[in-house]
């Protein structure tokens, strides 16, 4: 039985690597990885409770018992909290379908894939400069700083899927 060196075992690991990597493109696991990122975060708006996941969008516009929230900085009511929450979880579910949309697109190998998980990704960015305005507005600094990192990690992610739809 001949002997196998240590570096023959690693050539073929990455051998394997290398496969994985030609049947699974970063560009559809981007998609993918958005898609559950808008579909969780829509989600969280409609059915945020003790039992679920989340931060409780409502309950941070309103602010704590016995505490003003971000509605008061801009002098609305506590009223206005479940619209906005109800609005903003329609455009992130939209968001999510759009990405499905794209992914399946992806999947089937349609020519303009990639161009359509752009897409995805550039509205993901217009939203976020969206939230970013209302963060500003609300004076929720923490909540601006979370966008801009959403926004570099989306802007990084459109880099690649372009590179990658430049390539096909």
């Known amino acids: 039985m001949p002997e196998q060196s240590p570096t023959s075992g690693l050539s073929s690991v990455g051998g394997r690597l290398a496969s994985l990597d030609k049947k699974v493109a970063l560009a559809g696991v981007l998609a993918l990885h958005w898609l559950v990122f808008w ?39 506590d009223g ?21 949309i794209a992914l399946i ?29 209302g963060a500003v507005l609300f004076g929720d600094r923490a909540a601006m700083e979370q966008h801009a990192i959403f926004i570099i990690a989306l802007l990084a992610s459109r880099i690649i899927v372009g590179k990658a739809a430049a390539k096909a």
């Not at 206005?80 to 499905?100: D, H, N, S, T």
């Open 105 to 133: 697109n992806f999947i089937l190998r349609r020519a303009d894939a990639g161009e359509a998980i752009s897409a995805c990704l550039t509205l993901s960015v217009l939203f976020f400069a969206l939230l970013s305005a």
């Open 39 to 77: 579909l969780l975060n829509g989600l969280d708006k409609f059915l945020n409770a003790d039992n679920f996941f989340g931060v409780d969008f409502k309950n941070k516009l309103k602010g704590p018992p016995g505490a003003d929230g971000l509605l008061a900085n801009l002098g609305f009511g």
């Open 80 to 100: 206005w909290a479940a619209p906005i929450a109800v609005i903003v979880g329609i455009c992130e579910l939209l968001l999510a379908l759009l990405f499905l």
